[in-house]
């Protein structure tokens, strides 16, 4: 039988704050979005007082005083650094590994024997290696691996492991029945609440569903859904993440901004992120977009939002050139007299450098020096930390970057910031 384990990091941006502080362990944490918005991780004792994902910080702001809740900024870098960690360490246990998220990956471990045992044998590893408790869940599908990693946490029997392929059809259909039907991987809210309509509440009632009456109603995705609940494996393991047909790199400032200096210095800011995301896909872009706005919740304000597309002369992934296009965008549709909240930047047309069109004024020299360049950039911000060097224009104090008041140090990518033995 086919055997799919899903891994998935516990609480993971939580979990990476503790590992360097240990003072966090037992209290509830959470870590908040960009500009220290909404919580987008919570630790166990945060979720048991009913904290939902998502939330705005400011609405418990009156429940972290009663309950002592430590509200931290979003540490990007570091969490990056430990997910590259888990997944590099994960790669060990299997030859076929998709990394689906920054902290979940999915393991092919068809044939290997006890998998209970060498599932756990794997969590003991990363958790002493690298210090991050996993959960695992084990199926035919891909589906029924996420329904029984959901398991593994949620029910502690398990001992964070939780194998379907080791159970008899009968028990886990009554596994099945308990589970909500929105617990299912890509049945969203309007799903779930049409499914409710139509009597599929659990799980394993929509397993039982009529797979014409499911396409009907919801379209050939969700009736690969109920295959893949039967143990159809429909969704196979991607080797490679394919590379994406859009890049977009867009934040809300920190504080509002008026002057055009600040909106250039954002978005060259955001061109370069966009275009190392671009390099290291292998691809080129043909377009940029270029967007601003002002903020939409403040009605006192005058409002105005303007896009732009600009078409490149020829397809790039050099920085320099997409800034270049995306600077003549922003001045083009920057009015003064607003008050800015958001920009961003948006790549389109995009091909693999190996389909770069040639054509008899190709200037190959450039184009060689334009790559080494951008390689020796690449090179060094990865080595030596993401904006170790950057575009002048990017500026050196940042006024409009977003809101991190709280943010822990960047610990194993920062010589500076390393954690200190006492």
């Known amino acids: 039988m086919r055997a799919i384990a899903l891994i998935d990091c516990n609480n993971f941006f939580v979990s990476c704050e503790r590992l360097f502080q240990p003072r966090l362990e037992g209290k509830p944490v959470v870590v908040l979005s960009n500009n220290d918005g909404c919580v987008v991780s919570r630790s166990q004792e945060v979720k048991d007082l009913g904290v939902k994902m998502a939330v705005p910080w400011f609405q418990l702001k009156d429940l972290a005083k009663r309950h002592g809740i430590i509200a931290l900024s979003s540490n990007y870098t570091l969490y990056a650094d430990i997910s590259n960690r888990v997944m590099r360490l994960l790669s060990q246990w299997s030859p076929d590994q998709e990394i689906y998220s920054i902290d979940e990956s999915f393991l092919d471990m068809t044939g290997i024997p006890d998998l209970t045992q060498y599932a756990q044998t794997m969590r ?3 958790k002493q290696c690298v210090g991050i408790p996993v959960c695992v869940g084990i199926a035919s599908s891909k589906t029924l691996a996420k329904l029984a990693n959901h398991v593994a946490k949620k029910q502690q029997r398990y001992d964070s492991v939780c194998d379907f392929n080791a159970m008899s059809s009968p028990e886990l259909d009554a596994l099945l ?19 409710q309509q139509m009597g599929i509440n659990s799980v394993l009632e929509l397993k039982r569903a009529p797979a014409k009456r499911i396409r009907a109603e919801f379209g050939v995705m969700l009736e690969r859904t109920v295959a893949e609940l039967n143990g159809e494996a429909c969704l196979e393991l991607d080797d490679v993440t394919p590379p994406r047909q859009q890049i977009i790199c867009s934040r809300s400032f920190g504080v509002p901004v008026t002057l055009l200096p600040d909106l250039e210095q954002a978005v060259i800011a955001y061109v370069t992120r966009a275009a190392e995301k671009l390099r290291s896909q292998h691809s080129l872009a043909g377009g940029i977009q270029v967007y601003i706005r002002t903020n939409p919740h403040k009605e006192k ?23 270049h296009a995306a600077l003549g965008g922003l001045r083009q549709i920057y009015r003064s007299g607003y008050v800015y909240q958001k920009a961003g930047v948006m790549l389109t047309e ?10 008899l004024f190709d200037d190959v020299a450039a184009q060689q020096k334009s790559a080494s360049l951008m390689s020796t950039l690449d090179r060094i911000n990865r080595r030596m930390g993401s904006g170790t060097v950057q575009l002048l224009g990017e500026g050196i104090s940042k006024n409009w970057s ?4 709280n943010m822990s140090q960047r610990y194993t990518t920062e010589w500076d910031e390393l954690a200190v033995a006492s």
Do not use: H, K
């Open 301 to 323: 304000y005058p409002q105005y939002q303007q896009a732009m597309l600009l078409p490149l002369f020829e397809p790039t992934n050099d920085t320099r050139l997409l800034c």
């Open 177 to 195: 029945a308990q589970i909500e039907v929105g617990e299912v991987w890509g049945v969203g809210r309007r799903s779930t609440s049409r499914l």
């Open 124 to 126: 003991g590893t990363i």
């Open 350 to 359: 995009i091909i693999p450098a190996t389909a770069r069109p040639r054509t």
């Open 402 to 405: 977003m809101r991190r008041g």
